[in-house]
């Protein structure tokens, strides 16, 4: 043998990884086919294997390729830097493998490979080495995505659990049936819960073990490109939950890697999680900064996925998070702030928006830690957008009371809106809010099906017309009676039956009428896009609200939570003239009455009322919404109709709302303009974020000062759900 035994690896090539910089660590680390040169043979192929494991005594690497024995392959320690490797002739894509490693306290470990970009499906746990033969066809697609300002655009996400959509397909069939359900539904995105590989199928893939490697149940990592490739073609952006909080125990995987707390931090009260029993990454680690923003980085370049939801973010901010006093270790200013996860995430998202244009970075963040989606050259954390929590909560607790009581309640409706521009939201109805006795969307409701559905009906009438993003889970798209359930596929049977097949049909037009007008989506980051007609029918559980595009476009929107009708409702209208009923969820079509609306329209008139100049009599269903869009009719005739009906759009634009005027970019921003402004998450930053605290997340003031900026945060609120 006359070839570098290490696969010509060398410590220079880790510098980055060493020092926290290295942004795509899995071309260095993992296993790779490579050719190296031999001065007696000329070039030699293999796989060049590679691992850190700074404090082992020894590694040595067994696989199918060596009958799993370990002894006859001894790893070599590149100088200087902790990674061990080994170059192994005429091994490629298929083989098995795993590290034998020594550790510190003398005991021999057998490693699965935290690079790994391949796995067995469990209960198998070996790595396997892969290299993707995948040839693209999304470029027209990624064009379009880099030319976008997400917080403008419609988002209408469908969240997925893949193991249990249906049941037993595989990627290439999810890539026919997922697809086409999901364009037939008319959602902008579909959102993968995690889709790295985990053992334990009940934790939904939320206790990962191997980062980089697809899920293998259902095919190949250039099967699941497959997949995110016809999302593509189809017009579909494919989102997908990270999860960089917490890391699974199996002792074969990342946990104690070479005997000594690698990944993990070795203080419990710093590398243990309470209440998911997982270990915490060590956020501080230059080497584990650059595995975790390699990661991050690693499924939007090498998969094309459009974004990410980091789950749990809450519990990454906050020291104390789920732990009472004399549990946890304060900062290095006194305070509760986890300094250097907020560097982590805040690196994650100036990294990732940088390189991938139109991409999208979202929090799930449970408490009201401000400027989750401020600038990171702002003090904030960067992402494009947070789900708004305070929202989902507030809005289920009142759409899970009788109606008789929701008039005693009907600020949980409201009150999102004294906060809705602190950040960019998107309004999740999750996974999360259909487990653990919690109850379907369809089981929340009391009393008889006739109210479940139009109240169910009426609520997502509510939510697409509320600024903010949109997300649905699997099955409430259709009102599955039955909580989600990992072992089993949705109950598609139910869509086919009376009132499900209605709420069914109602998503699907929601979804189109939502696309086809920006006064629905155009201004969510921005007040003049919204405003209240009548926010204090309590009495009547009546909610009336006006969107706008700021080019002229109206819509009013009207929910009558109540079970009786409403006709002749007096509602305020911004300008006089024929509004269009585009909307109305007791429509025969939805399982509806098919017989309470408007015949089509409503005449405003000069009449003022709520505030507005103009009103209307409006007749709103039992349990229904009315969406009313405003129709600019020419006054006058001429012999250039252009100019009517731009003078039409013009009067129409004056009667709405003003657009705010963009903010002046500071000196110091216009110096970090190329680098962060544009590409640290202010796409979705339109904005600047306001320390505004929420109802459902107590906060308490911290003296601390964290790194990015901020003089104080909110103070662990706690989870209500467990992963």
């Keep these: 043998m006359a070839f570098d035994p290490g696969g010509e690896l060398t410590g220079w090539d880790l510098t980055g990884f060493h020092q926290g910089h290295d942004t795509e660590v899995w071309h260095r680390l993992g296993a790779h086919e490579i050719t190296v ?355 989902m909560n507030d809005s289920l607790r009142y759409y899970g009371r009788d109606p008789l009581y929701r008039q005693f309640h009907h600020h949980e409706m409201t009150f999102a809106m004294a906060y809705a521009y602190s950040e960019n939201f998107v309004l999740p109805i999750s996974h999360d809010e259909v487990v653990h006795g919690k109850g379907s969307m369809f089981e929340r409701v009391p009393q008889d099906e006739w109210r479940k559905f139009g109240t169910l009906r009426a609520f997502y009438a509510f939510m697409w017309a509320h600024p903010g993003k949109k997300l649905l889970f699997m099955g409430t798209e259709f009102g599955q009676r039955r909580e989600f359930a990992e072992t089993r596929s949705l109950d598609w049977d139910e869509s086919a039956h009376w009132g499900h097949r209605g709420v069914q049909r109602l998503v699907k037009d929601l979804n189109t009428v939502y696309k086809a007008h920006p006064a629905l989506y155009a201004l969510d980051t921005d007040p003049a896009g919204f405003r209240w007609i009548n926010a204090d029918d309590a009495g009547g559980n009546v909610f009336s609200l006006g969107r706008f595009d700021g080019e002229g476009q109206m819509i009013a929107c009207i929910t009558n939570f109540s079970a009786d009708p409403r006709p002749d409702y007096r509602v305020g209208l911004p300008a006089e003239g024929a509004w269009v009923e585009i909307m109305n969820t007791d429509a025969a079509v939805y399982d509806g009455t098919g017989k309470i609306g408007n015949l089509g329209q409503v005449i405003a008139h000069p009449v003022p009322s709520n505030g507005f100049p103009a009103s209307a009599n409006v007749t709103i269903p039992p349990l229904g919404a009315v969406w009313l869009l405003f129709q600019p009719t020419p006054t006058e005739e001429s012999d250039e109709p252009e100019k009517v009906e731009a003078g039409t759009r013009a009067a129409a634009k004056q009667a709405s709302p003003r657009r705010r005027e963009p903010a002046a970019v500071e000196p110091a921003e216009e110096e970090l303009a190329g680098e962060e402004l544009a590409d640290t998450g202010d796409e979705g930053s339109a904005t600047p974020a306001k320390k505004t605290r929420s109802r459902n997340s107590p906060a308490k003031k911290s003296p601390a000062k964290a790194a990015a900026g901020k003089t104080s945060s909110a103070a662990g609120a706690k989870k209500a759900t467990t992963k």
Aim: hydrophobic fraction near 40%; aromatic fraction near 16%.
């Design 37 to 391: 040169t031999d001065s007696e043979r000329g070039q030699v192929s293999g796989t060049r294997f590679a691992v850190w494991a700074p404090n082992a005594q020894a590694v040595r690497l067994a696989g199918d390729f060596n009958y799993w024995n370990g002894e006859s392959s001894p790893m070599h320690l590149v100088p200087g830097s902790g990674v061990w490797s080994l170059f192994v002739p005429g091994v490629g894509t298929g083989a098995l493998y795993k590290f034998e490693v020594l550790g510190a306290d003398g005991v021999w470990r057998l490693k699965a490979d935290p690079f790994a970009r391949f796995c067995e499906a469990p209960p198998h746990n070996a790595s396997i080495v892969y290299e993707s033969q995948y040839q693209w066809g999304d470029d027209q697609w990624l064009w379009f995505r880099g030319q976008k300002k997400q917080y403008e655009e419609p988002v209408s996400i469908y969240e997925v659990h893949l193991g249990s959509w249906r049941k037993g397909l595989t990627y290439v069939e999810l890539a026919r049936q997922l697809v086409e359900y999901v364009s037939w539904q008319g959602y902008t995105h579909v959102e993968f819960m995690p889709v790295a590989e985990h053992p334990y199928d009940g934790s939904w893939g939320y206790h990962v073990t191997g980062y980089y490697a697809p899920i293998s149940r259902f095919g190949t990592p250039d099967e699941f490109r497959y997949l995110v490739d016809e999302l593509h073609k189809a017009g579909i952006g494919v989102l997908v939950d990270w999860v960089p909080g917490h890391f699974a125990t199996d002792p074969w995987a990342l946990q104690r890697f070479d005997g000594t707390a690698l990944f993990e931090h070795e203080d419990p009260r710093l590398g243990w999680h309470p209440d998911w029993g997982s270990y915490i990454f060590n956020f501080g680690r230059n080497e584990v900064k650059s595995f975790l923003v390699s990661n991050a980085y690693y499924w939007l370049d090498e998969f094309h996925i459009d974004g990410l939801r980091i789950d749990a973010v809450a519990s990454m901010l906050y020291l104390d998070y789920s732990r009472e006093a004399g549990q946890w270790v304060p900062n290095k200013f006194g305070g509760n702030e986890n300094l250097e996860a907020v560097e982590l995430l805040q690196s994650v998202n100036v990294h990732n928006y940088r390189r991938k244009p139109g991409i999208m970075m979202i929090a799930e963040e449970s408490t009201s830690w401000p400027g989750v989606t401020r600038a990171v050259s702002s003090g904030g954390l960067g992402f494009g957008f947070k789900w708004n929590m305070g929202w």
